[in-house]
Every structure is written in structure tokens, then in C-alpha cells.
């Protein structure tokens, strides 16, 4: 499946962004899909992940209570709805999908990627 991920920019601390990934193909909805980020000098971090019916969802602890994942699988696309943000969700947020729900956390299980987004925060 390809992956397109939009949404990212600059925002205040505080502020909300919606992230986007819309998937190109007929089994998206057959996929897990997670969020991962990157920030410079870092590795990689699993943000969240949800299950293909869209009934389960996993968080990192850094952004529970904070982002909502979420799919719909008649467009073909998942969303990260970001609140609260703060200076440490600045990163480059990517999209990716995997078959089966195991290991969601570790990115290398994931088949497929987006190009990613770029978030931004600000004091």
C-alpha cells in the first residue's frame, strides 16, 4: 500500500493539528496502521498504532491522553489528531502499515511508509 501523510506545520505549545495519511490501494482496511516519529539526533518512536477495524488503539506514554488515532476505512485514510501540543512533539511525523497487530511498537515490522510530515512546535 502507499502511503501520503499531510497535515504537519508550525504550531504553538498548546495548539492542535490533524494529521492525515491517506493509503492508496483496496486493503487498506485490512492493515494495522501506526504513527511513528522521528526528531533530529533521535531515533525513530512509536507514537500509536490502530487495529484494522479501527476497535483498538495503542499510545506511547508521551502522547496519551493527548492524541487520538483514528481510521476511516471508506476514504482509505487514518488521522492523528494532535492536542495540547508541547516542544517535544516537534519531529517528523510518518505513517506506515503493517499486516497483523503484533509487535505495533516496533517499527520494523511495518511493510509500508509515507514520505512524512513535518510537526513543528513552538514556545
Given at each position: 500500500?502507499?502511503?501520503?501523510?499531510?497535515?504537519?506545520?508550525?504550531?504553538?505549545?498548546?495548539?492542535?493539528?490533524?494529521?492525515?495519511?491517506?493509503?492508496?490501494?483496496?486493503?487498506?482496511?485490512s492493515y494495522t496502521m501506526g504513527w511513528f516519529r522521528q526528531s533530529p539526533g533521535k531515533e525513530?518512536?512509536?507514537?500509536?498504532?490502530?487495529?484494522?477495524?479501527?476497535?483498538?488503539?495503542?499510545?506511547?506514554?508521551?502522547?496519551?491522553?493527548?492524541?487520538?488515532?483514528?481510521?476511516?476505512?471508506?476514504?482509505?485514510?487514518?488521522?492523528?489528531?494532535?492536542?495540547?501540543?508541547?516542544?517535544?512533539?516537534?519531529?517528523?511525523?510518518?505513517?506506515?502499515?503493517?499486516?497483523?497487530?503484533?509487535?505495533?511498537?516496533?517499527?520494523?515490522?511495518?511493510?509500508?511508509?509515507?514520505?512524512?510530515?513535518?510537526?513543528?512546535?513552538?514556545?
Amino acid at each position: 500500500v502507499q502511503l501520503q501523510a499531510s497535515g504537519g506545520g508550525l504550531v504553538q505549545a498548546g495548539d492542535s493539528l490533524r494529521l492525515s495519511c491517506a493509503a492508496s490501494g483496496r486493503t487498506f482496511s485490512s492493515y494495522t496502521m501506526g504513527w511513528f516519529r522521528q526528531s533530529p539526533g533521535k531515533e525513530r518512536e512509536f507514537v500509536a498504532a490502530i487495529s484494522w477495524s479501527g476497535n483498538t488503539r495503542y499510545y506511547a506514554d508521551s502522547v496519551k491522553g493527548r492524541f487520538i488515532i483514528s481510521r476511516d476505512n471508506t476514504r482509505n485514510t487514518m488521522y492523528l489528531q494532535m492536542s495540547s501540543l508541547k516542544l517535544e512533539d516537534t519531529a517528523v511525523y510518518y505513517c506506515a502499515a503493517k499486516g497483523g497487530s503484533s509487535y505495533y511498537r516496533d517499527g520494523r515490522t511495518y511493510n509500508d511508509w509515507g514520505q512524512g510530515t513535518e510537526v513543528t512546535v513552538s514556545s
